[in-house]
């Protein structure tokens, strides 16, 4: 977590106590929904972003040479809006696989489309055909899902699915 998310806890935290205090359940619940997809949205990214690093930091544990670069606070779009988070970019020789995760973070940033939580990009250098563009939805167990979005479908993203996309930077 980073500094930044870190300060919005608190102030979230702070901003539903004065509403509790201040009479105003409807904006307590409304914070207190803020804060719980906060944390589905970061874990779910950890997962994407994690997931990617563990391939990569065991890969380079077997000679792979894959350089790791990670940005928090990266800024990317989808559609009109501007999605807030982190971005993963792996690299061997020419080869580059990036994955961008985020969600809108101010009002100005604009809001995510279809019903989602947050946004997600897996990109492969020189192989856009390859591309994935993920949207994250929360699911009637609680557990958020990410998603490919393939042609109007919504095809569920796998951890297999997830290491496929890996093999194509570290195949030969």
């Given amino acids: 977590m980073t500094e930044l998310d870190e300060a919005w806890e608190i102030a979230l935290a ?46 380079n ?6 350089q790791i670069e990670r940005h928090e606070d990266h800024r990317f779009t989808r559609g009109a809006a501007t999605m807030v988070g982190t971005q993963l970019t792996l690299r061997r020789g ?17 809001i995510v489309r279809g019903n989602a939580l947050a946004c997600a990009n897996i990109k492969h250098l020189g192989r ?21 979005l393939d042609d109007d479908a919504r095809l569920l993203l796998t951890g297999i699915e997830l290491r496929r996309h890996f093999s194509l930077l570290v195949e030969p």
């Fill in 14 to 59: 702070q901003a539903t106590r004065r509403a509790h205090t201040g009479g105003r359940a409807d904006l307590a619940r409304y914070l207190d929904l803020r804060r719980r997809n906060d944390l589905l949205r970061r874990a779910a990214t950890d997962w994407l972003v994690d997931g990617l690093f563990t391939m990569a930091a065991d890969a």
């Fill in 61 to 66: 544990r077997h000679g792979a040479a894959i």
């Fill in 128 to 148: 856009t055909r390859n591309n994935a563009e993920l949207i994250l939805v929360s699911s009637a167990r609680g557990a958020p899902q990410w998603f490919v």
């Fill in 94 to 110: 020419v080869r580059a696989l990036t994955v961008e995760s985020g969600w809108p973070r101010r009002p100005g940033d604009g």
